[in-house]
């Protein structure tokens, strides 16, 4: 604990006391229900609070006036007094597990939607396209700037009234305040456009308000970039000089400073970094307006070990450091660092999971964002029982962890010399190698709890009866699913490629059925050892249901290896000629025929579960492979019943269920494991 001292020390600003210098930023969530922060959201960010956090933010970003729709991303709507009594009970429970709680506030301006919420058109400075949001602002008028700067001071009243401990202005990610700062996004010539002075006149009004309404005793803060990292926008000269007006007027409490913008997809994927980026990437920005400035500076962007975040503090760069991606994959940092045991901190791998559009939910740690139905801490099962899983993958590791922790006894068969399953495959894929920290955290896990592995066995249907189980779990996995298409035997699937059972040919093509990560981590592989890649995909772009933090990233470090992107196509067939494979393609749409003479043809089709286990044990179970949906959903207690006639429970989980991904595939067993 001594090595992360400094990161315990309280941090006071105004008439605030935070008890320590680790916090989580404001962020899109999406848990909002109908605007306010309502049961889901609160205890998310109250489980960070009983993990030991010491600020936490929420409401990234909460909307101040109609036409920022709060209801794009499922947000929180600052915009009338309803939200003050949720306020106040949320504000109620965080303080009572001892952490502070703040908002962002915002008005998004051109980077937002027309057709949500109120249906209004976007504002900005100056009517431009928003490759983002995909949608254009109309020109902001004067009558528009009176009535969204009231809107921020109502808001921030708002907050003081529903109990919380400050706010922050958004001025960054090219929301409507730095909208007015960039010149990329403001051309105007009134006394809002041109000089520097007048393009930071709207965001000096807007702290004024906020100031009148909620005096200078409470504490306001804002967000802002060191550079926007853009052609024709903002340097990080400009930035440096923005911050120094901003806090040399007195009007706010605290900087909160990050690198980059969003204004479209790449700038996204940089701005918000994954596993692709070194820690801390953006710290360097922050430790030069703290070395510059007397002003509290807060910062946050990929720091996700307390190594790098202790860093941060003991040298003087920042205040307060932010660990909110890695406080969506454990909440109890702080608690597992004070107790001397930073070994069972669930580690935050950079895959971006969280920014996928369903919520801050997390690739590996299902249970943040269900806190109603899933605990984050596993306790004792009612009765010790002798469980079974088999299959060392993700579902499986996760099932072991679960009923270890549960108290029962636990053995664990994976046919391969090693644990982890389909992640090690995926972690193949060079930047994306952090996957592997997954299975590193689950293995750990589950030999500290004593689970018994068994290594380079797959077991019989009448091995695992001899155990005598009470339960068994089948995490068996898939194998590559090559159906559907006449001339398959010619075909071979992304693991043959990532998993170096086959080098990449001279000139391959490969075809996606999925839209996961398989297929484009493929491609970016064979195409970085020299192929000629061709990706073809059923779907309107390759790599659709990737995550949007990643999706970018793949085809940035593709297209620098000229994969060539065939959309809207199926495989009809494969045929050989000479010493050639040929793909028949057909068009989605037009039902045209084209064909591809390579010389390796890779597909990707998800897995087909591997039932054979299942379906001998099946008849010799008491349940008959049945789950008590209600029970699983809710979270209440299965029926489980001691093996005295030598009967067993049976279930299975993840990819032998059916191909999904590691996010399901883990939720699958912690979710039932925590029944029993």
């Not at 005598?468 to 194998?479: E, F, R, Y």
Request: glycine fraction near 10%; charge should be negative.
């Amino acid at each position: 604990m001594t090595t992360y001292a400094s990161l315990l020390k309280p941090f006071r600003i105004k008439n605030l006391t935070i008890r320590n210098r680790i916090m989580s930023t404001s962020h899109a969530d999406r848990f909002a229900d109908g605007g306010m922060p309502g049961e889901r959201l609160q205890l998310y960010h109250t489980e960070k609070a009983k993990g030991g956090i010491g600020l936490t933010m929420f409401g990234g970003s909460s909307s101040v006036a109609p036409d920022s729709p709060a209801a794009w991303w499922s947000g929180i709507s600052l915009e009338n007094d309803s939200v003050i009594p949720h306020l106040q009970g949320f504000s109620k429970r965080v303080h009572d597990a001892g952490a502070a709680l703040m908002v962002q506030m915002t008005h998004m301006g051109r980077r937002t939607r027309w057709d949500t919420g109120a249906w209004l058109a976007p504002v900005s400075p100056t009517p431009t396209r928003d490759h983002y949001a995909r949608s254009v602002a109309r020109e902001i008028e004067e009558w528009d700037i009176r009535r969204i700067i009231k809107g921020f001071g109502q808001a921030a009243r708002r907050c003081k009234e529903g109990g919380l401990d400050g706010v922050e202005v958004m001025a960054t990610a090219q929301h409507l305040v730095d909208q007015f700062w960039s010149p990329s996004t403001n051309h105007r010539t009134d006394k809002y456009g041109g000089s520097l002075e007048n393009r930071m006149r709207f965001s000096f009004e807007v702290l004024e308000e906020v100031r009148r309404q909620v005096g200078d005793d409470y504490i306001v803060g804002m967000r802002l970039s060191g550079d926007e990292m853009l052609e024709g926008g903002l340097t990080a000269d400009d930035c440096f000089t923005i911050i120094r007006k901003i806090v040399g007027s007195g009007l706010i409490d605290f900087a909160n400073v990050y690198g980059g913008q969003m204004s479209d997809m790449i700038s996204y994927a940089m701005h918000l970094p994954g596993m692709i980026a070194p820690s801390a990437p953006f710290l360097y920005l922050a430790s030069a307006v703290k070395a510059e400035m007397d002003i509290p500076v807060f910062h946050a962007t990929r720091i996700t070990d307390l190594a790098t975040a202790a860093r941060a503090i003991d040298e003087g760069h920042v205040d307060m450091i932010a660990m909110t991606r890695a406080h969506i994959a454990d909440p109890y940092i702080v608690t597992k660092m004070m107790e001397g045991r930073p070994e069972d901190i669930r580690p935050c791998v950079g895959a971006s999971y969280c920014l996928s559009g369903r919520g801050a939910i997390c690739l590996h740690n299902p249970a943040t964002g269900r806190e109603e139905s899933l605990p984050q801490v596993i306790m004792k099962g009612p009765a010790r029982l002798r469980i079974v899983v088999v299959g060392g993958g993700p579902a499986g590791m996760e099932a072991a962890r679960v009923s270890a922790s549960r108290g029962h006894e636990v053995i664990l068969f994976e046919a391969t010399d090693r644990l982890g399953g389909q992640i090690n495959l995926a972690a193949k894929a060079d930047w994306r190698e952090g996957l592997a920290n997954i299975a590193r955290w689950l293995e750990g896990q589950v030999r500290k709890l004593g689970v018994d592995v068994r290594l380079g066995h797959a077991p019989t249907s009448a091995e695992i009866k001899a155990l005598k189980p009470a339960i068994v779990i089948l995490a068996t996995g898939g194998s590559p699913n090559l159906d559907g298409f006449e001339g398959n035997e010619h075909a071979i699937s992304t693991w043959d490629i990532l998993g170096g059972r086959i080098s990449p040919a001279e000139n391959v093509l490969i075809w996606d059925d999925s839209g996961n990560e398989a297929g484009i981590s493929c491609a970016e592989f064979a195409s970085k050892r020299g192929a000629l890649v061709e990706l073809a995909t059923y779907d309107k772009f390759a790599g659709e249901e990737v995550p949007k933090g990643n999706l970018p990233i793949f085809m940035r470090e593709s297209y620098k290896h000229d994969v060539v992107f065939t959309p809207d196509r199926r495989l009809k067939k494969i045929y050989s000629e000479g010493n050639k494979h040929v793909a028949v393609l057909e068009n989605v749409y037009t039902g045209q025929q084209e064909e591809r003479a390579v010389e390796q043809i890779v597909v990707e089709q998800g897995t087909k579960p591997n039932r054979q286990l299942y379906l001998e044990l099946k008849p010799d179970s008491r349940n008959l492979g049945e789950v008590d949906l209600d029970a699983l959903i809710a979270g209440r207690p299965q029926e489980i019943v001691n093996n005295s006639d030598g009967t067993f429970q049976l279930f299975s989980v993840g990819d032998a269920v059916v191909s999904r991904n590691i996010h399901a595939a883990i939720y699958d067993s912690i979710r039932l494991c925590n029944t029993f």
